[in-house]
Nanobody, 115 residues
Framework: QVQLVESGGGLVQAGGSLRLSCVAS????????MAWYRQAPGKPGDLVAL???????NYADSVKGRFTISRDNAANTVYLQMNSLKPEDTAKYYC?????????WGRGTQVTVSS
């Protein structure tokens, strides 16, 4: 069983930056494909960014050029560096890990961007 714990959320002004972290328990982190999702109130969840076990990345169009996903396998951690934040980035951000058909989710961290 893998547990994921997010941190780093908070309140920031538009144009500011935050770095989210997601720490995984267990010993299989390096084999997981990791992703960040977000969900704003009343809206469906959206994929923000993903990084495969070999380091390939992909981003939602809305965050390309502003957000960067990275991973540190030695620290069992995936990061989301968020720059040039906009009010529309306000959401709860969730970390997800997958391997095969197994999917693991964290409980999320709130990001609020004020205008």
């Amino acid at each position: 069983q893998v547990q994921l714990v997010e941190s780093g959320g908070g309140l920031v002004q538009a144009g500011g930056s935050l770095r989210l972290s997601c720490v995984a328990s267990g010993s299989i982190f390096s084999t997981l494909a990791m992703a960040w999702y977000r969900q704003a109130p009343g809206k469906p969840g959206d994929l923000v960014a993903l990084i495969t076990s070999n380091g390939s990345t992909n981003y939602a169009d809305s965050v390309k050029g502003r957000f960067t996903i990275s991973r540190d396998n030695a620290a069992n951690t995936v990061y989301l560096q968020m720059n040039s934040l906009k009010p529309e980035d306000t959401a709860k951000y969730y970390c997800r890990g997958t391997i095969g058909q197994k999917v693991y989710w964290g409980r999320g961290t709130q990001v609020t961007v004020s205008s």
